[in-house]
């Protein structure tokens, strides 16, 4: 799960046991001044990016899931060119 805010990036990693969320890792960080400045689809990618970046060695050789709330995001990374 990742989500992005005026000021700060967060992520989430979870693994699914049972059918349910158990949280592996707890990730967050601020935003410096230039990505204070991003639209809200460029933050919400930005994290996205960090948690990929931040969980890799977790991640690597795993299916992933990413789960965001962003709506123009979603559509964006869903439409094919």
């Known amino acids: 799960m ?3 805010s005026n000021y700060a990036l967060g992520a989430v990693l979870a693994q ?3 059918k349910l969320p158990r949280v592996i890792y707890y ?3 601020t935003l410096d001044s230039a990505q204070a ?3 809200n689809t460029e933050k919400e990618l930005l994290a ?3 948690a990929l970046d931040k969980f890799k060695s ?6 992933v899931i990413v789960l965001i709330d962003h709506v ?3 559509y964006l990374l869903k439409k094919a060119d």
């Open 72 to 74: 123009t995001l979603k």
């Open 16 to 18: 699914r046991v049972d």
């Open 2 to 4: 990742c989500d992005a």
């Open 58 to 63: 977790y991640l690597l050789g795993s299916h």
């Open 48 to 50: 996205i990016i960090f």
């Open 27 to 29: 990730a967050s960080r």
């Open 37 to 39: 400045n991003y639209t």
